[in-house]
Structures are given as C-alpha cells and as structure tokens.
C-alpha cells in the first residue's frame, strides 16, 4: 500500500481537507470519493476525517492508497522500460503494439506485457495509462501505479513526425476532427470535437520534414488528420494519404515528455529516440543531432 503524507503549511491553514487535495495536491473529485469510502482513505493526525473538516498549520494529513489487483492476462511481450519508480512505469511502446487488446492483437497488447511485467516482479496493480498512442505510434507511454500517479498528473507531451512535402517555420491547426462519414476508422477534419495542434519545422530534406508537434487537444488521429488536411500526410499513414515508399506505418514517435505531480513532488522530463525503422527509412535524420533552435528540443537520434 502507498501511503502519501503532508504536513499542513501556514499558507493552507483554513482550508478543508477537501479544498488541499484539490488545489495544493491536484487531486480530482473522483479519487476523493473513493478515499472517503475506503476504511481509514483519509486521515488528519492519525484519525478518520471528513473532506470538509478544517485544517490547522502542521496537521499531518495521510491518504492511504489501497492496492487494486486486478487480472489481465499476462504475456511474456518484451517490454522496453525507460523509467520506473514506486508511483510510475514509463515504457516505449514499439509500433505494432496496441495499449488494450483488440482485435487481432488479443494477447500481444502493451495491458499484456505490462502485466506480465508487474507478475513477475510482484506488484499487484491496475493497468493505468495516462493517455494512449494509436497502434503503429511509437514512443514513450506513461502507466501510473495508484490512483494519485494518475489524479494529479499533468503531462506534456512532445511528438515528432516525418510528413511529406517541405515545410518551414511553425503554425496552429484548429479544426475540429470528427468521423469521417460511413466510416469507424477514418477520421475527417471540418466538423465534430475541436482540435488544436501546434507544428514547428525542424528541418527538410529530400521533399519531407521532420516537424515538433504539440497538442492542446487529444483527439483521435488527431495528428495524421491534422496533417493530412493541410496537405502534407505523414510518410507512411496510406490511410491519410500518405506514401509507404519508404516507411510501412506512419512515421509519428513520442520522443518526449514532461510530467509533473504535486501530489508525488516530482517534476521529470523524459527522452525516447527515434525507433530504427524511422532512422532507417529518413537516415538524414542523422545528421540533426547537433541542430539547436530557441524553444525546439530536437529527438535524440
């Protein structure tokens, strides 16, 4: 069990118990709900307490955050481990690999091999990630342990592409995405949730760009449709228009991210190369690593 403390500071003397999680520790509504129905969930100087009792200047407020096993079926996928501590797993997803099992990928999906992962080393948890990659998107994913690693995240993510044609400078797509008509897959721009993605050109070669995308909304697709509507489709997504001449699946990596909880005291950037068949395909991608610009992180290659 994952036990958080925290003394009460000056500054917070007053609040409630409720209005501490929420402001100074991020935690959501719903992972308060869920303390408050567990046996001793919250408490304030050792003693079960209610969200709406009052705080002191060097109270010890304690959540006690219970162990939620849960069975997946466990496969001995091979899995690419980037960081890991007590609160998060952070693996790079290899593309090919789904998040959850769908069809066709019954038992080879990154919930398999992270919880075969968690069998063998004896940790009883859920399957928590905070935000998924489409199946052929590489890159780095985030699996939170307990519900405060999931709660009080905030993520940021960076993601690099290889599109087609050449670009430069940098731009905003706002369009909203939505499904395309008479399809469940394909997703088209012009009607349906708002999107917004933020593109800058690193550098061009060879009539494609590496762009730094970062997104203000997480829609589906969002980055391939984005692109596609604007005319310049990532290499190798046939299914927006693009060519497989030189790559077989889109060549979109989540090289980057940034997580911060205040809850866990933790701020860390994270790091994810190009995978091969990318490095492969757009080997002048080499020759990148010693370009710097103001405000672009250029990925590892």
């Known amino acids: 069990m994952r036990v958080l403390k925290y003394v009460v500071p000056l500054s917070c003397q007053g609040m409630t118990v409720k209005d501490f999680a929420r402001r100074e520790l991020g935690l959501s509504a719903r992972m308060l709900t869920k303390q408050k129905l567990q046996e001793n969930g919250i408490l304030k100087n050792g003693v079960p307490c209610r969200t709406v009792d009052i705080l002191a200047e060097g109270d010890v407020l304690t959540f006690s955050l219970p162990e939620e096993e849960m069975h997946y079926p466990a496969e001995p996928v091979p899995l690419h481990i980037l960081w890991e501590t007590e609160d998060y797993l952070a693996v790079e997803k290899p593309w090919g690999m789904p998040i959850h099992p769908s069809p066709g990928h019954g038992r080879d999906s ?15 948890l859920l399957f928590r990630p905070l935000y998924r990659l489409d199946r052929d998107t590489s890159g780095i994913v985030l699996l939170g342990k307990h519900r405060a690693a999931v709660s009080s995240a905030v993520v940021e993510k960076r993601y690099y592409a290889v599109c087609e044609g050449v670009l430069s400078g940098s731009g905003t797509i706002d369009v909203p995405i939505g499904l395309a008509p008479g399809s469940k897959i394909l997703r ?51 299914l927006y228009g693009g060519s497989r001449e030189h790559i077989s699946r889109q060549a979109l990596h989540c090289g980057w991210i940034n997580l911060k909880n205040p809850a866990l005291s933790l701020s860390i950037t994270l790091f994810s190369e190009f995978p091969s068949d990318i490095r492969d395909a757009f080997p002048w991608l080499l020759k990148i690593r010693d370009i710097k610009r103001e405000e672009t992180v250029c990925p590892p290659v």
Request: with cysteine; hydrophobic share 35%.
């Open 110 to 124: 990154l919930l398999n091999a992270a919880a075969y992962y968690y069998e063998t080393t004896g940790q009883r």
């Open 188 to 238: 088209a721009c012009g009607s349906g949730e708002r999107a917004v993605t933020h593109w800058e050109a690193v550098t061009a070669f060879e009539n494609h760009t590496l762009l730094s995308l970062k997104l203000d909304t997480g829609r589906t697709h969002q980055i391939r449709a984005h692109m596609a509507y604007a005319g310049h489709p990532l290499a190798g997504d046939d």
